[in-house]
């Protein structure tokens, strides 16, 4: 695996192929509330990821009998467009798909207060646009801002980052070429506020040690997210700040 | 003489789930949820500071869940064989029995869509609802019933307590300016009634505008200044008024 | 919806399972570190390459290995292909239905594929026996036949038991090219042997290998596959719950401590003979 293929994916000075250091995460920009038919949705980019996602509920149930008595169900959807990877990907769902979407449900519902809404379902649907390594935790940082906006009720937010291994060392983010030919990748994702992991899994060889130091860089990079994940949300609904502070409530 | 005030977020921002919004001892009201002695915000919302110990947290957005007594504006969606099947603007579908429509007995309809059929709009009141059924409605008293006239507007929900106003000052405004009559749905659905279409226009949108942004600290002046800019675009000043 | 009858667990029951847990008792008598027990049986299928069957506690999982020849894929042209599939039976349990495999079929099939990839399990590279023209394609299939929890370690227990037993037609190129195969069966080549260890969160506490009915009431699973280093080459949490951090770590240190046992199941690898 690593190095075998003759790439080299760190330098002399241990930067990486796109120039970052090993604790780097790439470029993130989020936006909140991007399609006007979906109750919630959202926009990330996060190096050349390009996901999007949309949140519908709460909602009927259909097939009723789905519905559960005593709380909201959350359905999510996870699919990769055929132009996103550069050969193209045949549109019926793959087995990889089926699996992200599991794990993504899993992760985000955690943070919902499912049982406000019995009955009723809340379905997240994530389009892959464009891919290059870690879309699975970059749609699951998506997905909870986009569920933010539907007004779904949480207890927290979810923000999810890789930390693969290149050339023995550990690192963060990894994009398309590092997981290809990289030792290993361990998406996590957490609700920062709280500190609990929601997603964790692993591909490759990790040792026992490498695993805590990995749960600790990956908890330093989702703490970043969770800022740009704020930030989305507060500046969609921005215009309100100027209105009510050009008004006294207070006397 | 140390101890932190309890509120921890600025009038007129903006809290996302999970985000804390006070600790100690103070009044948090609108949804959010504790732990010991820390509140925070439990949906997206904006932050009003009323008091240095008293704040509220409006929803930007916030489904509709019937609660009995509500009156509520729905569109029939479906007919079975002794009800119908109502929308009321909630993830519950509502249901309207037969029995519940006329307030007597009266010879058996076998036909059912010959008394409301698939799109038209009622005015009714929930009977019930738990989470376990459908939320059942009635329009067997008086000013429920079928919609003829008017025009309908959807605003969010959470917004329907603006439309009214301090004791209904908002409706009583619109009613005498522009000569219309407001039924309020707390489902988010306004039926606005007039016998002049203009201005039933204006009422319509001056709702729809006075309902888009999250927080607005006056309702009655900027309804009032709403209704003055589509009055004086349209060429027609003053009104009845 | 008949499922429900048997998903819901009744209410007095999961309060006995909890209390039980926090005076450190689990609902069968075991201590929070100890496994139930463990059979593995191979060679149980004539017609497969390898075979194996395996029980833990009354869960019980065949896997069966076959292989065929094929082309490589295009962009590993000179390595064997390992293809991993599961389907959950109806037989093993009412809550499973006849049909196409859902999300919980795929995913225990990918997580023990990506135990035994990572771990190389199988030597793909020694598979290939004219690199970009013929190679061969191994496949494991696993049916859980009984469902009392805990079915990733009973698969990946099976599987690996399968492949460490497993025996392919040695094949020969003739003087024209062609692929001649012969009587005479060698063992697949084996690299490594990885276990898979599942951990069930219960309120506070962590219990290696739940039963089913733990598996009702657990807030979350982890799966750790331990290789014979003690690297770790696959996790998967799951369920609808959260771990702290520090819970990922003792489960992962709990998963190390008890993977030797579970290795000593394994019927022994093939260069381990000579």
Redesign the interface.
Known sequence: MGGAEGIKLLDEEGRRLDGRALNELRKCRIEAGVLKNA??SAYIELGRNKILVAVY????VHPR?EAL??RMLLRCKYSMLPFSVPDRKNPAPS??E??L???IR?AL???I?LEE????TVDVYIEVIEADGSTRVASITAASVAL??????????VAGVSVGKIEGKLAIDINGIEDQYGE?D?PIAM?P????????????????DE??QA??MA?EAIAKLYEE??RA??EK?????E???G????R | MGTPMPIRVSNGQIVVPGELVAEGRCEVLGPHFSSGRRHYAKVLSVAVVEKPRRVRLIPLKRSYVPVEGDIVIGKVVDIGPTSWVIDINSPYMALLQVSEVFPRPTTLQRDLSKILKVGDVVIAKVLSFDFAHDPLLTIKESKLGKVSKGLLVEIPPSRVSRIIGRKGQVVNYLRDVLDVELVVGRNGRVLVVGEDSEREAVAAYVIKRLCEEAYVPDPLATAKQLVEEALSSRGDVGGRG | MSERVHTVIPAPRREAILSMLKRGERVDGRRADEYREVRVETGVVGNAEGSARVSIGHTKVIAGVKASLGSPFPDTPDKGIQIVYAELIPMASPIFEPGPPDENDVELARVIDRGLRSSSTIKLEELALVPGKHVWRIYIDIYPIDHDGNLMDASGLAAVAALLTSKIPKVSISSNGNLVMEEERVPLPIGDAPVFVTIAKIGDALVVDPCYEEELVMDARITFAIDKEDNVCAIQKGGRGSFSADEVVKALDLALSLAPELRSKLPPSPSDSH
């Open positions: 109750n919630g509920g709460p909602r009927e009998h008595p005593d087995r990889r089926v699996e979407s599991k794990v899993e519902e955690p943070a207060f809404y019995p009955r009723t933010a906006d539907a007004g779904i009720p949480m207890r927290d937010l290993g361990m609700m506020r709280l500190g609990e992991i929601t997603l964790i899994q692993a591909d490759g060889r990790f040792t026992r695993v805590v749960l600790q908890r994940q704020k949300l507060k609904y921005s215009r309100i700040l209105e009510v502070e008004s006294e409530v207070m």
